[in-house]
């Protein structure tokens, strides 16, 4: 069996729309979850399904999610625009005001990664609907100087080892 010794795997994608890609085949693990860096360029305003309308403003956000099966097929659904909406971050990422910009996969529990991840609950009870850790929200508000962001934008290449 092949085994591997680091925990998370991080995939940074280039500032630049139309290139985000996860790589063709996952590293193997034991992956179950994982968390997407997303920006938000200009303040917007959007119903999420039936949590309510809610303004965002620009800035960093962090979304955890898992999926047992099937993590690649998940990923790779948050990185197209173009789909049904059904998960409230689909209403989020369906905005063009919005893009992800990095996807880390664990192998930790999806509320682990929430609150490792800190920031601050902008929408109660986005994407937690089954959550029983309290997290209050699987999205969060994170800020990031922009000189920070875009120094790891620069220093992003297309598979880190975390
Ligand atoms: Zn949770």
């Known amino acids: 069996m092949d085994s591997v010794s680091i925990e998370d795997y991080v995939f940074s994608f280039p500032a630049v729309s139309g290139l985000k890609k996860l ?3 996952l590293p193997v693990g034991s992956w179950i979850s994982y968390q997407l860096s997303l920006e938000v360029f200009e ?3 959007l119903q999420i399904g039936r949590l309510g309308s809610f303004t965002f403003r620009p800035g960093d956000y962090l979304y955890s999610g898992s999926a047992r099966r099937g993590l690649k097929n998940r990923i790779d659904r948050h990185l197209r625009r173009k789909k049904k909406l059904r998960w409230h971050i689909d209403y989020l990422l369906h905005s063009p005001a919005v893009e992800i910009y990095r996807v880390l996969i664990s192998t930790r529990p999806e509320c682990e ?3 490792k991840g800190g920031g601050v ?3 109660p009870g986005f994407g937690a609907s089954d959550c029983r850790s309290g997290c209050g929200s699987h999205l969060r508000m994170v800020t990031v100087p ?3 962001r875009k120094l790891q934008r620069t220093l992003a290449s297309s598979v880190i080892v975390d």
Do not use: F, G, R
Request: charged share 20%.
């Open 23 to 25: 790589p063709e085949s």
């Open 43 to 45: 303040a917007v305003t």
């Open 113 to 115: 990664l929430v609150q």
């Open 121 to 123: 609950v902008v929408v």
């Open 146 to 148: 922009d000189c920070k």
